[in-house]
């Protein structure tokens, strides 16, 4: 980042503001790809942040496992291969397809750790108590406006991208719209030490005005989530209502003796009208708010990012800046099904009266009973499933997720997330194509027209494969010539 003298803006090519496990992973794939890029926080780099995120879900491991930290944050924690709701309603994860058929309960802490260090071994540093004050665009750039500890500074950018959160500095500033509502005002949240620890690894309880969440995190403390009717926002929490909610959600207080961690807050149901504005990007918390039932808000944003950062390095690399209109044509579907899927999850759970208990009771037969069903809800929550629909013409697997493909043995690794570790967009040939350096006219257009989009690719070869695929950055398919 230059300033060209004193008092100009600092400059550089992508601005993002909130350095949480959205922006920590933009800007760690924005820096992987070459493209110059400031992370800006508010909060203090001393500020613990011990947020209420404790899952990861199998498709965020594996964009973690394409930049090498999924193995080290599964060390962290423990793994969960059944999910149970409403007490009797199991789902089995031992068959999801990929590495990684489990949830890994694991604090966000640890997410965010991971990513800062990969961030650091880039060369980018988060600038701390940096709070947006002004926000401006024009045809050729984004400023923002800031105060630091160094006083008032200006930054100015090719994009902005906003993943502040729920309260989004960004969003506002733009003025794009954030609808919705609160569903739930009082939600207690906290860490807790237990006397007499349950043998499962997650605990789930919904019975009617009642909801409670219970996960070890391996260290000694339990992340406790309860809710048992309205209270006041504003009111204290301490240990005698955490010990009442406990039994009231989940029958026991486990001996609860001891609190590190204790709040309340909203579960909000919201979604930003777009998730863009010009030069300016909403992903994560900033761009979609929902219940922590089904765990699903980190790890939606966490994909937010891997689907908009290597969109926006190809754009600074060369490509047509029509491509970053994708970003929201893919992810704001996603964003709008995990909407619907953690509000119902939510008002089955939390919802007095005989007509919801009965349709507790028809859903938890129906996903128990019907296996294309309990298969599709185990592939939406685990987002294994997720899907963008291809161009017009396209092949209709282009959008769709590539497994970790067995890959010749070579420099980049012997699967497909260790060759999507360079950030670039991988050409996987048939075992049978001879070796080469780069893409060449000769190769169908499908292919070549495609990697137009990025400055480099990646070229392999498959272990078994009998088709040429063209892997996006995120792991995604981008084109596909049969054999």
Same mark, same amino acid.
């Given at each position: 980042?230059?300033?060209?003298?004193?008092?100009?803006?600092?400059?550089?090519?992508?601005?993002?503001?909130?350095?949480?496990?959205?922006?920590?992973?933009?800007?760690?794939?924005?820096?992987?790809?070459?493209?110059?890029?400031?992370?800006?926080?508010?909060?203090?780099?001393?500020?613990?942040?011990?947020? $209420?995120?404790?899952?990861?879900?199998?498709?965020?491991?594996?964009?973690?496992?394409?930049?090498?930290?999924?193995?080290?944050?599964?060390?962290?924690?423990? +793994?969960?291969?059944?999910?149970?709701?409403?007490?009797?309603?199991?789902?089995?994860?031992?068959?999801?397809?990929?590495?990684?058929?489990?949830?890994?309960?694991?604090?966000?802490?640890?997410?965010?750790?991971?990513?800062?260090?990969?961030?650091?071994?880039?060369?980018?540093?988060?600038?701390?108590? +940096?709070?947006?004050?002004?926000?401006?665009?024009?045809?050729?750039?984004?400023?923002?406006?800031?105060?630091?500890?160094?006083?008032?500074?200006?930054?100015?950018?090719?994009?902005?991208?906003?993943?502040?959160?729920?309260?989004?500095?960004?969003?506002?500033?733009?003025?794009?719209?954030?609808?919705?509502?609160?569903?739930?005002?009082?939600?207690?949240?906290?860490?807790?030490?237990?006397? $007499?620890?349950?043998?499962?690894?997650?605990?789930?309880?919904?019975?009617?005005?009642?909801?409670?969440?219970?996960?070890?995190?391996?260290?000694?403390?339990?992340?406790?989530?309860?809710?048992?009717?309205? $209270?006041?926002?504003?009111?204290?929490?301490?240990?005698?209502?955490? *010990?009442?909610?406990?039994?009231?959600?989940?029958?026991?207080?486990?001996?609860?003796?001891?609190?590190?961690?204790?709040?309340?807050?909203?579960?909000?149901?919201?979604?930003?009208?777009?998730?863009?504005?010009?030069?300016?990007?909403?992903?994560?918390?900033?761009?979609?708010?929902?219940?922590?039932?089904?765990?699903?808000?980190?790890?939606?944003?966490?994909?937010?990012?891997?689907?908009?950062?290597?969109?926006?390095?190809?754009?600074?690399?060369?490509?047509?800046?029509?491509?970053?209109?994708?970003?929201?044509?893919?992810?704001?579907?996603?964003?709008?099904?995990?909407?619907?899927?953690?509000?119902?999850?939510?008002?089955?759970?939390?919802?007095?009266? /005989?007509?919801?208990?009965?349709?507790?009771?028809?859903?938890?037969?129906?996903?128990?009973?019907? +296996?294309?069903?309990?298969? /599709?809800?185990?592939?939406?929550?685990?987002?294994?499933?997720?899907?963008?629909?291809?161009?017009?013409?396209?092949? *209709?697997?282009?959008?769709?997720?590539?497994?970790?493909?067995?890959?010749?043995?070579?420099?980049?690794?012997?699967?497909?997330?260790?060759?999507?570790?360079?950030?670039?967009?991988?050409?996987?040939?048939?075992?049978?194509?001879?070796?080469?350096?780069?893409?060449?006219?000769?190769?169908?257009?499908?292919?070549?027209?495609?990697?137009?989009?990025?400055?480099?690719?990646?070229?392999?070869?498959?272990?078994?494969?009998?088709?040429?695929?063209?892997? $996006?950055?995120?792991?995604?398919?981008?084109?596909?010539?049969?054999?």
């Amino acid at each position: 980042m230059t300033s060209s003298f004193e008092g100009a803006p600092m400059q550089t090519r992508v601005i993002v503001v909130g350095a949480g496990p959205t922006g920590l992973l933009l800007a760690g794939d924005l820096a992987a790809a070459g493209t110059e890029v400031v992370l800006l926080e508010k909060r203090s780099a001393a500020l613990s942040n011990l947020s $209420r995120a404790f899952a990861v879900h199998a498709r965020s491991l594996e964009l973690l496992d394409a930049r090498g930290l999924a193995d080290d944050l599964v060390r962290t924690g423990r +793994t969960v291969r059944d999910l149970r709701l409403f007490d009797r309603l199991r789902l089995n994860l031992d068959d999801l397809p990929g590495r990684f058929p489990f949830v890994l309960v694991t604090p966000q802490y640890e997410v965010e750790r991971l990513l800062r260090r990969r961030l650091d071994e880039l060369g980018v540093h988060v600038r701390h108590d +940096t709070e947006v004050t002004g926000i401006t665009q024009d045809a050729d750039a984004v400023t923002v406006r800031a105060t630091t500890p160094e006083g008032a500074t200006t930054f100015r950018a090719d994009h902005l991208v906003g993943t502040d959160g729920v309260r989004s500095t960004v969003r506002q500033a733009v003025g794009v719209e954030f609808p919705g509502e609160t569903v739930i005002r009082s939600m207690v949240i906290s860490d807790v030490r237990l006397a $007499r620890p349950p043998s499962d690894t997650l605990t789930v309880s919904a019975r009617d005005d009642a909801l409670g969440f219970l996960v070890p995190f391996g260290d000694g403390w339990h992340r406790f989530i309860g809710w048992s009717g309205e $209270r006041d926002p504003d009111e204290p929490v301490d240990l005698d209502e955490i *010990r009442d909610l406990a039994r009231a959600t989940l029958g026991d207080d486990h001996g609860m003796h001891e609190v590190r961690y204790a709040s309340r807050f909203a579960a909000d149901e919201r979604q930003a009208t777009t998730y863009r504005a010009g030069r300016v990007f909403l992903a994560g918390d900033a761009a979609h708010a929902h219940s922590p039932a089904g765990g699903l808000g980190m790890n939606t944003g966490l994909q937010d990012a891997a689907n908009l950062a290597w969109k926006l390095a190809a754009v600074h690399h060369g490509a047509d800046e029509s491509l970053l209109d994708s970003y929201e044509t893919e992810r704001y579907p996603v964003g709008r099904q995990v909407l619907r899927a953690s509000g119902t999850i939510l008002r089955l759970a939390t919802r007095p009266g /005989r007509a919801v208990a009965w349709a507790r009771r028809l859903l938890t037969a129906v996903v128990s009973h019907v +296996t294309p069903v309990r298969r /599709r809800a185990v592939l939406m929550i685990s987002a294994i499933g997720v899907a963008y629909p291809p161009p017009a013409g396209a092949h *209709r697997s282009v959008g769709r997720r590539v497994p970790d493909l067995p890959l010749v043995p070579g420099e980049h690794g012997d699967r497909l997330a260790e060759a999507l570790r360079e950030g670039r967009f991988v050409l996987v040939r048939p075992p049978s194509a001879a070796a080469g350096p780069a893409v060449t006219s000769s190769d169908p257009p499908a292919v070549a027209g495609e990697v137009s989009t990025a400055d480099r690719v990646v070229v392999r070869r498959a272990d078994q494969h009998r088709s040429t695929l063209l892997v $996006r950055p995120d792991g995604y398919l981008a084109a596909v010539v049969p054999g």
